[in-house]
């Protein structure tokens, strides 16, 4: 079974740095191209940026230059590095499948940059 399940979010101050983790299972990570996204209140959910299964990445003009997005496959884990933060960066963050999304979405984990 595609599990997807974030963690790391929280508040913080603009200019304020997070580090995002996403733990998955039941599909083989390396092989796989995975994303990010993200869910502000009222907006439709965006890609914020993609690591391929050769770890070659892209970023959404918003986030490019202030977030990173990296993997460790022997964790089965991928993580997604957030500097720079602005309270427009504020919404929940989830990651699935980068090409085609899966329809087993976690349950996110909420990133709130506020003063």
């Known amino acids: 079974q595609v599990q997807f399940v974030e963690s790391g979010g929280g508040l913080v101050q603009p200019g304020g740095s997070l580090r995002l983790s996403c733990a998955v299972s039941?599909?083989?990570?390396?092989?796989?191209?995975m994303g990010w996204y993200r869910q502000a209140p009222g907006k439709q959910r965006e890609l914020v940026g993609t690591?391929?299964?050769?770890?070659?990445?892209d970023y959404a003009d918003s986030v490019k230059g202030r977030f990173t997005i990296s993997r460790d496959v022997a964790k089965s884990t991928v993580y997604l590095e957030m500097n720079s933060l602005k309270s427009d960066d504020t919404a929940v963050y989830y990651c699935?499948?980068?090409?085609?999304?899966?329809?087993?979405w976690g349950r996110g984990t909420q990133v709130t940059v506020s003063s």
């Open positions: 699935n499948w980068g090409k085609r999304p899966s329809a087993s």
């Open positions: 690591i391929s299964h050769s770890s070659t990445t």
């Open positions: 039941g599909f083989p990570l390396r092989s796989y191209t």
